[in-house]
């Protein structure tokens, strides 16, 4: 069973859509979506939800008016400009700002601050007409975005074990933070997919280096690759000056937002010009070993 | 003003917005740019700033004098994030772990904690004519951007306007980059991916009291999913820009909307104008009241 996680740096390069073209061509396979603040993958696979989880990450400081003595400690020693008094003296604490350390309801002196178990979003459970798919939702504004993220890693891996699957296929998220580096662990091959422009090239050097750091082998598409055609062949270069495996590339096509308008996987699209450049990406990295 | 530029999904063109309407305003008068998109922060390309400043950024974390320390627990207790593990005879600190909340070095009993620093990242800063950038990069490696952009943004000059490009997203980066705004524009573009996104983004907005409004970048003619929204909502669609090859060309090679086409730099000025004539009105009234 071989983990595969699609990342990019740069959002918007399309790691959603290809993943669920993969998804289309892939047999025997669990899909998780670990975009957790922003998922996206569901629109394209159509997922039927067997099972609801909530996910507790973390607590929250919650403040109680009436044992309050308006000394001012908590917000004094908050680090997270979470806790301001009002002109009054009214306490008031920021859930956004918050990051459950603690500090404020283990000083006050009268007990007013309590910390409590914070649901900060759901994982699901689902299928899909190209197998079983763990997906989550963080609520807006939440933090323990790589807990989640390990969350569904967890299940669609134990998932992909029971049921003897080949594949679990990952849609990763953006960026190079904690929910990247939760993706990231554990899997077999981390496929970079970016575009030849100086933003994208900028970020997918970084994420490579991220998942580099992390002693994860590394393969890189390029998407739109006929926007720039000099920047295409400076990554190619890149990539092979750096250990990075060159999947392949495809072209700038509006049949990509045809594929995410109508929900359809690029494969199954009538007609599809970039259907064959895809076929050919999914046959160099499944043989990407040999 | 503090003007931050979002959005739910990444891609959409929070950079393209930002950078273009400081050009344009910065014929006029001088403003700040804060690149907030630590992980990948891009506005340099196209705002071509000479970085003159590097600050180094450091978050605190616990060391332990052994000397001191009676191996109680007590530290270990209170950390909410698990970075500290108490043995028999020594104290494991995992500084990656660590928050910087201080809860350690203030609870120990016997004051056997000190905190230093550990390198997160860096802040360049530099002008590019009337702009004056500051540039957060988050070392890669590194788990967690809020802090850093928290440091970012004490380093904002109040009585200038200000921009920030913020993290794509809606978890903790984004809420700390936008926080404090006096208005948001959200970036989408007519796709059920931009649309569901979006919906993400108004919601952590409204739950953070943010006034906002919506950039359409991407349109094409017959694609009404954004407006339907925004109709269906109230939610004001202040500006359009096609779908357009030319444009993710220039793009790619770090050229501007304005470099492209100079009509645009009348829209970015007038659409920043406006915003900033509404939050004037808004706070003349709360004053008022």
Known sequence: MKQIVIISGKGGTGKTILTSAFASLAKNKALADCDVDAANLYLMVHPEIKETHSFTGGEKAIY??????????????????AIHSSEEGNISI????????????????????????????????????????????LYPGEENSGKLVSVVREKAKKIAESNSLDWVLIDGPPGIGCPVIASLSGVNLAVAVTEPSLSAVHDMERVIETSKHFKVKTACIINKYDINKQNTQGIINWCHSNNVEFLGKISYSEEAIKAVTQGIPIPELPGSKLSNEIKKIWYNLINIDN | MILSIASGKGGTGKTTVAANIALSVSANQKLQVLDCDVEGPNAHFFIKAEFEKEKISYLPYPEINENKCTYCGRCAEVCAYNALAVLKESVLTFPELCHGCGACKLFCPENAIKEIGRRIGVIKSGYAGNIF???????????????????????????QDVILDVPPGTSCPMV????????????????????????????????????????????????????KYCRKENIPLVMEIPLDRKIAEAYSKGETLIDLDPSYKIKFLDLFERLKSRIEIAQANFIER
């Open chain 1, 64 to 81: 109680d008016q009436e044992k309050c003595t308006y000394c001012g400690v908590c917000e004094s020693l908050c680090r997270f400009d």
């Open chain 2, 176 to 227: 700390e980059a936008v926080k404090g705004s006096d208005h948001t524009l959200l970036v989408t573009e007519p796709t059920p991916f931009g649309l569901n996104d979006l919906k993400l983004s108004v919601d952590t907005l409204k739950q953070m009291d943010v006034p906002f409004s919506i950039v359409l970048n991407r349109a094409r003619p017959g694609d009404e999913i954004i407006h």
């Open chain 1, 94 to 137: 920021d859930p956004f700002s918050c990051e459950g350390c603690r500090v404020c309801a283990l000083s006050c002196p009268s007990q007013a601050i309590k910390m409590k178990p914070a649901v900060c979003g759901e994982w699901y459970v689902s299928q899909t007409k190209y197998g079983p798919f763990v997906h989550a939702r």
């Open chain 2, 133 to 159: 950038l500051l540039s957060g990069k988050l070392d890669v490696g590194q788990a967690m951007s809020p802090p850093l952009i928290r440091q970012m943004k004490k380093m904002i000059d109040k009585e």
